[in-house]
Nanobody
Framework: VQLQAFGGGLVQPGGFLRLSCVAS????????MAWFRQVRGWEREFVAA????????YVSPYVKGRFTFYSDNSKNAAYLQMSSLKPEDTAVYFC??????????????????WGQGTLVTVSS
C-alpha cells in the first residue's frame, strides 16, 4: 500500500485547510487510516483515525470540535478537514494506514504504511 498526502500550506489563525490522503495498491486490506503530526524536535502526535469499513472515527482531544476526519472509499481517500486553526497546529502532518485490527490506534508503532509529510503553517 502506498499513501500520498497533500493539501498543506500557509493559513492564517482561525482559517481552514483540508488535507487529503490517497491510498493505492492493496487498499482492500486496510483496516484503519490515521493522521499524525510532528513538530521538529518533538515526537509524532496522534491527530485522528478512521476505520476503512464503517467509518468510525477517533479524534485527539486537542483538535476535537475543530478537525473532522472522513473517508471516501470509492476514491481510496481520507480527508482531514481543519478549521479554526491555531498557531500551535503548525506541524508536518503525516497520514498512515494499517491492515490490522489489533494494536494501539493512537500509537505510531501500529501503522505499517506512511505517506510523506505535508507542512501546515498557521501564522499571520
Amino acid at each position: 500500500v502506498q499513501l500520498q498526502a497533500f493539501g498543506g500550506g500557509l493559513v492564517q489563525p482561525g482559517g481552514f485547510l483540508r488535507l487529503s490522503c490517497v491510498a493505492s495498491g492493496r487498499t482492500s486490506s486496510l483496516y484503519i487510516m490515521a493522521w499524525f503530526r510532528q513538530v521538529r524536535g518533538w515526537e509524532r502526535e496522534f491527530v485522528a483515525a478512521i476505520t476503512w469499513i464503517g467509518g468510525r472515527t477517533y479524534v485527539s482531544p486537542y483538535v476535537k470540535g475543530r478537525f473532522t476526519f472522513y473517508s471516501d472509499n470509492s476514491k481510496n481517500a481520507a480527508y482531514l478537514q481543519m478549521s479554526s486553526l491555531k498557531p500551535e497546529d503548525t506541524a508536518v502532518y503525516f497520514c498512515a494506514a494499517d491492515p490490522q485490527y489489533s494494536g494501539d490506534k493512537y500509537s505510531t508503532e501500529k501503522y505499517d504504511y506512511w505517506g510523506q509529510g505535508t507542512l501546515v503553517t498557521v501564522s499571520s
